[in-house]
């Protein structure tokens, strides 16, 4: 099995800036226990600033791979171009956040991206990817 993990505007900094809300781990670390703890399954790992840079990864995946995991980070909230790479690809997409949204401001209470797809996981830190890796495990593609 296949997964592509794309990131979105930010989190980059992971590790870096604002641990008490998104933790003290970088994404490449993770990722290293996530890899080890599923050897059968071939990750691959993007991240992009750039509005039309993940669109172009998620076109790519969307063919490319068995599932993707997702957090657009602030474009969840604005992006009527990512929902429609997500909704244009077979692959299923699971939409993470690592923080509660609910739980914080209100305009991040409201995600353009989640009805385009599979599923949604939010809030369990970094532990929001290891779950949407199971999720995607169960995912029945037909
Ligand atoms: O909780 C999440 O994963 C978010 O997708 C993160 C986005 C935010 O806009 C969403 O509402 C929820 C922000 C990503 C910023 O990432 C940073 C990571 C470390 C330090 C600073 C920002």
């Known amino acids: 099995m296949k997964i592509q993990i794309i990131n979105g505007p930010n989190l ?11 933790g003290s781990q970088s994404f490449e670390a993770f990722l290293e226990g996530l890899q080890a703890a599923y050897p059968a399954i071939t990750f691959s790992y ?20 068995d599932g993707i995991i997702l957090n657009a ?27 509660n949204v609910h739980a914080r401001e209100e305009f991040r209470h409201h995600s353009l991206l989640s009805a385009v797809c599979r599923g949604v996981i939010a809030g369990f830190g970094l532990d929001s990817y290891r779950l949407a890796v199971e ?7 037909s």
């Open 73 to 99: 980070g602030g474009y969840t909230h604005t992006s009527v171009a990512i929902r429609d790479a997500i909704k244009a690809v077979p692959a299923p997409v699971v939409e993470v956040h690592i923080s």
């Open 12 to 22: 980059n900094l992971l590790g870096i800036r604002e641990p008490e809300t998104y």
């Open 46 to 65: 993007e991240q992009s600033n750039v509005e039309g840079e993940l669109i172009n990864m998620i076109q790519e995946a969307g063919y490319g791979s």
């Open 135 to 141: 999720a995607l495990q169960g995912t029945n593609k």
